[in-house]
């Protein structure tokens, strides 16, 4: 089964619980102006993307006016 949770602040209040912000296997990032709220991602992801990697990937995948960045956040064995 596949659960899709969408919202619009990822952890203030009326956000996402810390235990599905724990345990989501993806993430789809639409363009925002709050710069607080896209910090709190990008350092809640930060195990998998480094901070700044993040900001450039961001800053790419969302340049046109419906673009988005989507993180795939299951682990992948690559040898």
Known sequence: MSLFVS????KSQGGL??????????LICFKTQNM???????????GEIPVDRFFELYEQATAG????LFVDLHKKDVE
Request: charged share 15%; with cysteine; glycine share 0%.
């Open 17 to 26: 619980n810390k235990a599905i912000r724990s345990n989501c296997t993806a």
């Open 65 to 68: 006016d419906h673009n988005f």
């Open 36 to 46: 607080s709220e896209l910090q709190q991602i990008s350092e809640a992801f930060s």
């Open 7 to 10: 919202t619009q602040t990822f």
